[in-house]
């Protein structure tokens, strides 16, 4: 009987009566993992934005009239809101995306410190997003 | 039979023959684009809504045109390799095939659409 076998037995014998790994559809997930999940939903969703954009710019190089229409629909309220929205998701993917660098440096993983940057991400990208409207 | 030693075949191989490459590229441009992010954000933000003019006064410049070329291209660049993991997590068989290339397609497609585009109002101004 080779290892991998005997281990797979020994496992056997026990299931049914030992603790299961938390699963996805029992596990009330931590704030820390629902942000982790928000990262990825954003970057996928800024792909819209990013195309109105580059839309924006193709237009500005094939011509002023097909440029005012494109300028004109970006800045429409429909154009506003898509534009507003896809700032959020970009500066709230930014936010996560230095923590989770900081992950990968093997720093900020105690409890304490995860739960204050949790706030810090969220708090940074409603922040950002304000300041970038205001100033921008 | 190979003479090489058990090392010397799976040397540099990771996982799936590129170790660590992936991930590593993914944390360079994500490196890359948070000063091209803030440097791409004010003038674009500043041009939107003011017609031809201001597109063609805001990315005459040549540091706006620089700027707003890298982080079209390098924001290409980490969109298309996010996306394939994203791919490779739900899809499976041919479907995932078709995805991961159609995302390769479109991504670096967009990327070099707003490269050229950018050139090209730089240079006709």
Request: net charge positive; charged share 10%; aromatic share 14%.
């Given at each position: 009987?080779?290892?991998?076998?005997?281990?797979?037995?020994?496992?056997?014998?026990?299931?049914?009566?030992?603790?299961?790994?938390?699963?996805?559809?029992?596990?009330r997930l931590p704030l820390v993992a629902k942000i982790s999940i928000m990262t990825?939903i954003?970057?996928?969703?800024?792909?819209?934005?990013?195309?109105?954009?580059?839309?924006?710019?193709?237009?500005?190089?094939?011509?002023?009239?097909?440029?005012?229409?494109?300028?004109?629909?970006?800045?429409?309220?429909?154009?506003?809101?898509?534009?507003?929205?896809?700032?959020?998701?970009?500066?709230?993917?930014?936010?996560n995306?230095?923590?989770?660098?900081?992950?990968?440096?093997?720093?900020?993983?105690?409890?304490?410190?995860?739960?204050?940057?949790n706030?810090?991400?969220i708090?940074?990208?409603?922040?950002?997003?304000?300041?970038?409207?205001?100033?921008? | 039979?190979?003479?090489?030693?058990?090392?010397?075949?799976?040397?540099?191989?990771?996982?799936?023959?590129?170790?660590?490459?992936?991930?590593?590229?993914?944390?360079?441009?994500?490196?890359?684009?948070?000063?091209?992010?803030?440097?791409?954000?004010?003038?674009?933000?500043?041009?939107?809504?003011?017609?031809?003019?201001?597109?063609?006064?805001?990315?005459?410049?040549?540091?706006?045109?620089?700027?707003?070329?890298?982080?079209?291209?390098?924001?290409?660049?980490?969109?298309?390799?996010?996306?394939?993991?994203?791919?490779?997590?739900?899809?499976?068989?041919?479907?995932?095939?078709?995805?991961?290339?159609?995302?390769?397609?479109?991504?670096?497609?967009?990327?070099?659409?707003?490269?050229?585009?950018?050139?090209?109002?730089?240079?006709?101004?």
């Open positions: 009987m080779g290892r991998q076998e005997r281990g797979t037995n020994m496992a056997d014998v026990n299931r049914g009566n030992r603790p299961l790994s938390p699963h996805l559809q029992v596990y990825r954003t970057g996928v969703a800024l792909g819209a934005p990013a195309l109105l954009i580059v839309w924006w710019f193709v237009a500005g190089a094939y011509s002023p009239e097909y440029f005012a229409v494109a300028d004109g629909l970006l800045s429409s309220l429909l154009g506003k809101i898509v534009l507003i929205a896809g700032l959020w998701a970009l500066w709230f993917h930014f936010a995306g230095i923590r989770h660098f900081v992950f990968d440096l093997g720093r900020g993983f105690d409890l304490p410190t995860v739960a204050k940057t706030w810090l991400v708090g940074a990208s409603v922040l950002l997003t304000v300041l970038t409207l205001l100033l921008v | 039979m190979s003479y090489k030693t058990d090392y010397n075949r799976v040397a540099g191989l990771g996982r799936a023959g590129e170790g660590v490459h992936h991930f590593w590229v993914q944390r360079v441009t994500s490196i890359a684009l948070v000063p091209l992010t803030i440097l791409f954000l004010i003038p674009f933000g500043r041009a939107l809504g003011g017609g031809y003019e201001a597109l063609v006064a805001t990315y005459s410049s040549f540091g706006n045109a620089l700027t707003a070329a890298l982080f079209l291209g390098v924001a290409a660049w980490h969109f298309a390799i996010g996306m394939q993991v994203v791919i490779e997590d739900y899809f499976q068989g041919g479907t995932r095939l078709v995805l991961l290339v159609l995302n390769k397609l479109v991504s670096f497609a967009l990327g070099a659409a707003g490269v050229f585009a950018i050139a090209t109002i730089l240079f006709s101004a």
